[in-house]
């Protein structure tokens, strides 16, 4: 991948893309549910403790929910790790593409890449 104005390296990025977002909201909501976990231990109201309760359980049921997408949709094999690792590293190898691009090229003419309708 040299040139990021190429449509040829837009193949395959919607899949990837939704990969990635979904993988970062299940990281947060994870993230959620230990920070729940946390603050009822440090909570001796019972009805704030309830609350945090109900809302650590809507945040265990969200996760499941993110996890069974993602297990349905080929982005996560959490019991197959040798079908997780080449998805893993295919997110790595993309992303230090894209970290390699030259996003402020000099030459920015993309005249003739594209198709254009007969005049």
Known sequence: MEDFL?????E????????????????????????YSFAI?????????NALYKQMDAAIDLHGEIKDL?????????????EQIPIDLKAAQTAVQIAQLNLFPNDTDRRGMFATPNK
């Open 70 to 82: 993602m297990i349905k949709r080929g982005w996560l094999h959490p019991f197959d790790f040798n």
């Open 12 to 35: 395959g990025m919607p899949n990837l893309a939704d990969s990635a977002f979904a993988m970062d909201f299940l990281l947060s909501v994870k993230t959620g549910i230990r920070n």
């Open 6 to 10: 190429d449509p040829r390296n837009a």
């Open 41 to 49: 231990t440090e909570t001796t109201n019972p009805e704030l403790r």
